[in-house]
T-cell receptor
Framework: DAKTTQPPSMDCAEGRAANLPCNHS???????VYWYRQIHSQGPQYIIH???NNETNEMASLIITEDRKSSTLILPHATLRDTAVYYC??????????FGKGTKLSVKP | NAGVTQTPKFQVLKTGQSMTLQCAQD?????MYWYRQDPGMGLRLIYY???????DKGEVPNGYNVSRLNKREFSLRLESAAPSQTSVYFC????????????FGEGSRLTVL
């Protein structure tokens, strides 16, 4: 069974912020939240991860709720190249992550 | 710097044939993983190896065997291929103890007729 719940699809206008939600109510206290994306049929690409605090890197920002049961990935200025399937998952340092079906983000001109 | 390299990239098999998918990483990572992805689906973990000499089952291990040949290489074998194993297979690696990134290969597309 999928460990996370994400909307199957979302649209975003080019240049606007894309906010992708994820519910992970079964997350354990020592597990991190991870986000990956997959462009076309390429291998998935790591975006960002976090434990409790919000995180930001050159690709995106991650907002984790205080109870850690949900998170939001923010692409601040979406471009056409950000069109992809975005996966939210969680796990420990062992890395055996389980991926659901993700959210297909379409960035439109 | 190649990262994670998978071979072959494409393969067509007949039901009952056997084959091995090869994966090698040049990042000195300890942990390696095999996933499969069916059309319109997410990735499902088949097997993983937390370190050289160890392997563990993932979500969907039936019909597969793995070998962690050395630190660099992690192979996936189909002993008797079935049409249900038609899929795209991804190999990934990660440094043990580190959180975060799985580095994925570009995938191996397998069709079983």
């Amino acid at each position: 069974d999928a460990k996370t719940t994400q909307p199957p699809s979302m649209d975003c206008a080019e240049g606007r912020a894309a906010n992708l939600p994820c519910n992970h109510s079964t997350i354990s206290g020592n597990e991190y939240v991870y986000w990956y994306r997959q462009i076309h049929s390429q291998g998935p690409q790591y975006i960002i991860h976090g434990l409790k605090n919000n995180e930001t890197n050159e690709m995106a920002s991650l907002i984790i709720t205080e109870d850690r049961k949900s998170s939001t990935l923010i692409l601040p200025h979406a471009t056409l190249r950000d069109t992809a399937v975005y996966y939210c998952t969680h796990g420990g340092s062992q890395g055996n992550l389980i991926f659901g079906k993700g959210t297909k983000l379409s960035v439109k001109p | 710097n190649a990262g994670v390299t998978q071979t072959p990239k494409f393969q067509v098999l007949k039901t009952g044939q056997s084959m091995t998918l090869q994966c090698a990483q040049d990042m000195n990572h300890n942990s390696m993983y095999w996933y499969r992805q069916d059309p319109g689906m997410g990735l499902r973990l088949i097997y993983y190896s937390a370190s050289e000499g160890t392997t563990d089952k993932g979500e969907v291990p039936n019909g597969y065997n793995v070998s962690r040949l050395n630190k660099r290489e992690f192979s996936l074998r189909l002993e008797s291929a079935a049409p249900s194993q038609t899929s795209v297979y991804f190999c990934a690696s990660k440094r043990t103890g580190a959180t975060g990134e799985l580095f994925f290969g570009e995938g191996s597309r397998l069709t079983v007729l």
